[in-house]
C-alpha cells in the first residue's frame, strides 16, 4: 500500500515538472521569438541619413487602434506580445509601415497619443552624443533590437519628441509614397530656425528656407536632394504651443478620407485645405487623440529632382 | 526515498534555471541594457494639441521642386542659426517614380 502511494507521488511529480517545465519553456520560447521586423526586405546596405523611415503609435486601446486604421487605409496587422507589451506592425499592401504599441495611462493623468517619429542615422549613439551636445534630452536610451536595428528616443530643444534609428536591414529606396503610407513629416515650433539648425546639427541635412505667404517662416529639411521634413512656426491663434512631429499619410482624395475619419470615430482638427504642392491636406485625430495629417499626392504632377 | 528526492530535485533545478533565463531575456537584464525584448519606445506627450490658426497661406507641405526661396527670419524675431543651402541651389521635392524604380 505504502509503495503504490509512493508510486504515485512519483508520478504526480514527474507529471507536474514535466508541465512546469513546458511552461517555463513556451514562455521562453515566445520571449526569444518577439522580434520587431526588419524595415527594410530584402536587406541592402543602403542608407539614408534623415530620412523618416518609420513611425510608431502609442496608445492606450490597441484593438480599437487596429480597427480605425485598418478600416481608413486598409492596413493589415502582425501582433507582438510579450511580458508587458502589446505590440503590432501595420501592414500596408504587405509591407510594414509603423507600429502601434498599447501602453495604459495612469490614473488621473492627461496625456496624449501621439505617433513618434524614427529618422534614420548610420549611428545612433553618435546621433545621441551630437543630439545632446545641442540641447536634447534622452527620452529612451539606446537599445538594439533583433531585425529591427538600433535605436534611441530624445526630446528636441523645444521638447518635441523624435528618435532616431539605424536600421539592419539598411534603408528603403526613395520612392513615391502609395497612398496608405507615410509620405511627409513636418515639425511645429516656436522658433523654426534654432530648430532647424538643431536637426541640421544631428542629421547633416541641408535646409532651405521658403518664401511664404503667411508671414510665418516654413524650412524644409533635406538629404540626399530630396526633402524629408518640414520646420515650420506654429500659426498664429494657437494656444497651446508644444512642439511637435506631425506626419503626413498619402491618401487618394484628402476630403473622402476626413469624412471616413469621422465616421470611424476620429475626428478634424485642420479642415482640408490646398497646400504648396497643389494638393488636399488635412490633420485629423483617431478616436485616442494622436494627431496625424492626410495628404494628395498626384505622381504625375511631380518634378523631377533637380541636382 | 532518497533516490525520488533527486529524481525531483533536478527538473526542478532546471525549471528554476530556466525561468531566470526567460526572466532576463523579457527585460533585457543581463545584457547591460542594450538589448531587450520589450518595447520602450512608447511615449504620451503632454496633453493636447491646437491645430487653431491654419488660415489661409499657412503650408507645411513639400513643393514640387524649384519653390522660391526667402523667408528670412530675421525680422520676425526668429533666429537663424542653422546654414542655408545656397541660394543657387533650388528647393527639392519629394522622391518620385513608382516603387522598385531607381531615378
Known sequence: MSSSICRLRYRLRIGMTTMLLSAVCIAASSAASFELPALNSPASAERHVGKVVWADLVTPDLAAAERFYGGLFGWTFQSIHTGNSDYAVAMADGRPVGGLYEKSIPAGEHRQSAWLTFIAVRDVDGAKRAALAHGAKVVSDSKTYPSRGRQAVFTDPEGAVFAVLASSSGDAPDFLAAPGEWIWSSLLSRDPGAEAAFYQQVFSYDVFDLASDDGFVHVILSSDDFARASVNTFPAGTARRHAHWLNFIRVDNTIDAVAKVVSSGGRVLVEPHVDRHGGEVAVVADPAGAPFGLMEWTDSDSKVEPK | ?103
Request: glycine share 24%; hydrophobic share 25%.
Open chain 2, 1 to 103: 526515498m532518497k533516490v525520488l528526492r533527486i529524481g525531483w530535485l533536478a527538473p526542478g533545478l532546471g525549471a528554476l534555471a530556466l525561468t531566470v533565463l526567460n526572466g532576463c531575456a523579457v527585460t533585457g537584464v543581463g545584457v547591460g541594457g542594450t538589448v531587450g525584448y520589450g518595447y520602450d519606445a512608447g511615449y504620451y506627450e503632454p496633453w493636447g494639441y491646437d491645430y487653431g490658426g491654419w488660415g489661409y497661406g499657412y503650408r507645411v507641405g513639400p513643393g514640387r521642386g524649384g519653390d522660391r526661396r526667402g523667408g528670412d527670419p530675421r525680422g520676425q524675431h526668429q533666429s537663424r542659426s542653422y546654414r542655408p543651402a545656397p541660394e543657387s541651389r533650388p528647393t527639392p521635392s519629394i522622391p518620385h517614380g513608382s516603387r522598385g524604380s531607381r531615378h
